[in-house]
């Protein structure tokens, strides 16, 4: 296993305030486990993306070679002095990030690389990093987000047959966009064990507050520190077993209207791990800025009344940014 030992340095734990959470769950052994190629594959991760918002993706065909180049490259890059890694910050909101998500004063035990994809957004962190980080990073990080790509398109589309949608792009169209809002992010979650307790407190500090994914569907991968947690549809967390070999896929709010609430856009958070560095990445499948979005016809069934009004993806995009990590961000967007 592949960890990085070095902290991010210390801040003025004065002014971040960390989340802890009072009892750690059980590692959940019941999360659907399904692969690609699997004969009901389709109507599986229908049924999973219904009752969990989630499920473990396995025989994905991702060489494992290129995940492990893109994780060591991750490895270095967080290793590297603070100053270095300042350069591509504070975030635009791409770029590095340190204990601070967002703007509105989440924080985490976390650092962060976040790339945007979308060639419509012009993000100077993003390209500064394109520019400057080695060429071994970049290609690699080029090649695992050209695998995500694909992996992400199979899935929706077999979302879409699982559903009974004759038009197999119904939702992958969206990311097949070339305008699509795409982006990528790193996380290096430092072992917590040595940190000078804020407020008091070591166990179970937050890595990543609670939050669900904006975009359609999220896909993860982390090396095998535990630290995700999924809340389950009566509320309760579960611990997540880590699998450095397989896919964690996440359905977003934006598939949660377009399903008109029949896929649950499922809450998570990290929890820092006391002993070992958890490294994951995320790769976040979003339509273009202008689309629509809105219940789509050929999922609901006649007279099925729509629950959520239209709106375009920049106009969430807007409120996202505006809103804590842990606010309901569909809420202003729920039909009367
Ligand atoms: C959550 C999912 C992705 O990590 C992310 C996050 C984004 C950020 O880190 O800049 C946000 C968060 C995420 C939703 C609400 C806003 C924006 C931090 C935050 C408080 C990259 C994304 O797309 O939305």
């Not at 400057?132 to 398109?153: G, I, N, Q, T, W």
């Not at 977003?252 to 560095?277: E, W």
């Amino acid at each position: 296993m592949v960890a990085v030992s070095c902290p991010p340095p210390p801040t003025n734990n004065n002014v971040l305030l960390f989340q802890s959470c009072n009892k750690p769950a059980n590692f959940y052994e019941a999360i659907p486990v399904i692969g690609l190629s699997d004969p009901d594959a389709a109507s599986l991760i229908v049924r999973a993306s219904q009752d969990f918002g989630f499920f473990k993706l396995v025989n994905h065909g991702v060489p494992m070679e290129l995940i492990t180049t893109l994780e060591n490259e991750a490895v270095k890059y967080f290793g590297k002095p603070q100053s270095d890694k300042d350069r591509a910050g504070p975030p635009d909101p791409f770029g590095y990030g340190n204990k601070r998500i967002g703007w509105n004063g989440d924080v985490g035990w976390i650092e962060y690389l976040l790339l945007n994809l979308n060639p419509e957004i012009i993000s100077p962190n993003t390209q500064f990093i394109l520019n400057h980080y080695p060429h071994a990073f970049c290609s690699a990080v080029e090649k695992y987000v050209s695998e995500m790509r694909k992996l992400s398109y199979e899935v929706l589309e077999l979302m879409a047959d699982g559903l009974g949608i004759e038009e197999r792009n119904t939702f992958s169209r969206y990311l097949r966009d070339e305008k699509s809002d795409c982006l990528f992010r790193l996380n290096h979650y430092p072992p917590c064990s040595e940190v000078e307790a804020p407020l008091g407190c070591v166990k179970n500090l937050m890595g990543f507050g609670e939050h669900t994914d904006p975009q359609l569907i999220s896909l993860l991968r982390s090396n095998n520190t535990s630290g995700l947690q999924i809340c389950l549809r009566d509320g309760t967390w579960v611990s997540v077993p880590s699998d450095n070999t397989s896919f964690f896929i996440n359905i977003g709010d934006t598939l949660q209207v377009m399903t008109n609430g029949r896929f649950k856009s499922v809450k998570h958070r990290v929890l820092a791990d006391t002993s070992s560095s958890r490294v994951s990445m995320i790769y976040f499948g979003g339509p273009p800025l202008r689309e629509k979005i809105a219940p789509l016809g050929s999922v609901m069934e006649e007279e099925e009344e729509k629950l959520y009004k239209e709106f375009t993806w920049c106009e969430y995009k807007k409120a996202m940014y505006k809103s804590r990590l842990s606010d309901n961000r569909l809420a202003p967007f729920y039909k009367a």
